[in-house]
Each structure stands twice: as structure tokens, then as C-alpha cells.
């Protein structure tokens, strides 16, 4: 039976993390807090406000224990991090997370270049944390999110067969991901491409498949986003004003617009809980934190164009 487009979408910010770890300055932390609780005033009810990575690595992101003592006094918010190993996830559960992203690259030269592990070893890695978090007391065990990177293709790879992506899907599963998004890290997919593969990847592991994690590289995030939706898709990571890329990945740009994702899904008719106005009014504080930062974004744009009379 062929999926049918939801009627209501989950749109969950990963500008902190993902936007941040790529943004030419480090953003204070009291910008990041200001700037998270303008989020979810917005109505984002999930974001991913940083990562439990060696500081050295991701200096941009070292104060991510305070961020989420931070974001964990927002009612009704789900408070998500990456994490790639169990030492990092270790933390993510000590600081009291909803939930923790694990990247597993489907290309293996991104596996190496981001996380230092082959995509076998992360998948091992993913075990290691769901045992980690089935054995935290009750009240303190996140869902666990496996991001299934470079899902479309590689920038250091190129082709990434889609054998390898279900192969890896069906592992993450086996290794207890409670769900599995897939990424297009660099941003080469395109929307043929997506629906082949949240079909593959839906006949493997089922509703598991929860999201795309979609990058603007080559200007089809949202073809990509509406894509995934016809296909049943009802998960979107965005980032405010499209912040972000990989450092790990060379050529990969911005994630797909939170604002123009929203944009789209409120044109279509389908629900997303958030307040577009009020959405992009919080780019204000990325222009004042980050000066001089690229903010992308066609939503945000068309609604400061003067009303013809
Ligand atoms: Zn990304």
C-alpha cells in the first residue's frame, strides 16, 4: 500500500548543532539560549541543541551541557543531541536529553573523515548506546535516533550504492535505533532519488524510517522535502535561516530553510504547530550573534517585500 502524505508534519531544528559547528564564529552561549527559547516560542516543539563531541574537534559546540540545562526548562520541548560514541552519549544521558542522534555514514570515507570510525564500527557504537540508555534509570532514558549521513551520496565517496543505505538501515534497527532518519549530508540528492529510496528503505525497516535530514547544496532541499512528504515522510530537520554544512564533508552548504520548510508545508495545508512570523522575527538574533553570517531563506525575503496597494 502506497503511503499517504501526512496531514501534519514534525519540523525539528538542528540549527544549534548542525548550523552552529559550521558558522565562521562561535556563537555565545546566552545567544544560543535566547535564541532556542525564541524557537520554541515559535512553536518548534523539537530541536537539536548541540553534541557530546571532544571540544577540541567541535570547539563551536563545548558548552552544550549548559545549552541543554537550558533548553530542558522549556516546557513541552524535546531536547535532542548528537552523539557518536558512548562516551559522548554517557553525557547526553547525564545531562537529562529526550533523545540523542547517532550518525552512521553510509559512505565509508565520510565515516573516517567525520566520527573516525568505519560505518560497521558506528553501527556498533549505536548498540553500545542503546545499551547505555536501556540501563539509565527509567526516568532518564532518551530515544535514540540513528542519522543515516551521506544516505544520497558523498562529496569523498561519490556514488553511494542503495544496497549499502537499506543494509545499513536494517543494522542501525538491529542495533536498537528506536528510529532512523536518512541524510542527505552533503545536499547532492534529488527528489527521483528520494522517493526511490524512502521506498527501499520503508520496505526494510518500516516505521522505523521516521525523517530526511536535507541540505540546500544544490538548491533542492524542499523539491527533496516535498518529495519524502508524497512518499509519507513526516519528519523534516531544518535550520533557521539554513545555517550549516559539514565540516567534514568538503562542498556540502546550508541545511534546508526551517522557515521556508514551513513556508511550503502551510501552502500545502498540512499542520506544522508553528508561528511563521514569529519563526523568521527570531533570525534577528542569528544576525546580531553571528555578524556577518550568510542567512539564507526565500520565506523570510518574500515577507519583508512591501504589500502592493
Ligand atoms: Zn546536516
Redesign the pocket.
Known amino acids: 500500500m502506497a503511503a499517504m502524505p501526512p496531514v501534519r508534519v514534525l519540523i525539528s531544528e538542528?540549527g544549534p548543532r548542525?548550523g552552529l559547528q559550521n558558522a565562521h564564529a562561535i556563537m555565545p552561549t546566552a545567544a544560543k539560549t535566547r535564541w532556542i527559547s525564541a524557537l520554541a516560542a515559535a512553536g518548534l516543539s523539537e530541536i537539536e541543541v548541540g553534541s557530546f563531541v571532544r571540544a577540541d574537534r567541535v570547539p563551536h559546540l563545548a558548552d552544550t551541557a549548559e545549552v541543554v540545562a537550558h533548553a530542558l526548562t522549556i516546557p513541552g520541548l524535546t531536547v535532542a543531541v548528537l552523539a557518536p560514541n558512548a562516551r559522548g552519549a554517557e553525557r547526553a544521558i547525564a545531562a537529562g536529553v529526550h533523545k540523542i542522534t547517532v550518525p552512521v555514514s553510509a559512505s565509508r570515507a565520510h565515516a573516517l573523515a567525520n566520527v573516525g570510525m568505519t560505518p560497521e564500527q558506528s553501527v556498533e557504537a549505536l548498540r553500545a548506546i542503546r545499551a547505555l540508555r536501556d540501563a539509565a534509570p527509567e526516568r532518564s532514558r532518551p530515544a535514540i535516533e540513528g542519522g543515516l549521513?551521506t544516505a544520497f551520496g558523498c562529496t569523498l565517496q561519490g556514488v553511494v550504492p542503495e544496497d549499502d543505505v537499506v543494509r545499513i538501515a536494517a543494522a542501525m534497527v538491529a542495533a536498537g535505533a528506536d528510529e532512523v532518519g536518512l541524510?542527505?549530508?552533503t545536499g547532492i540528492g534529488n527528489p527521483a532519488q528520494v522517493k526511490r529510496l524512502v521506498r527501499r528503505v520503508r520496505a526494510e525497516i518500516g516505521h522505523h524510517l521516521s525523517g530526511v535530514?536535507?541540505?540546500d547544496t544544490r538548491g533542492l532541499a524542499l523539491a527533496n522535502a516535498f518529495a519524502a512528504w508524497e512518499e509519507g515522510i513526516g519528519t523534516f530537520?531544518g535550520?533557521l535561516a539554513g545555517l550549516?554544512?559539514?565540516p567534514f564533508a568538503p562542498g556540502?552548504s546550508g541545511?534546508a530553510v526551517t522557515e521556508d520548510l514551513v513556508s511550503m508545508f502551510h501552502d500545502l495545508g498540512v499542520e506544522t504547530g508553528i508561528d511563521l512570523d514569529r519563526l523568521i522575527a527570531a533570525r534577528a538574533i542569528l544576525a546580531e550573534a553571528l555578524p556577518g553570517e550568510a542567512l539564507h531563506g526565500a520565506a523570510a525575503k518574500w515577507r519583508a517585500q512591501p504589500v502592493a496597494a
Open positions: 538542528v548542525d549521513s541524510s542527505d549530508t535530514h536535507l541540505h530537520d535550520s550549516g554544512g559539514c556540502a541545511n
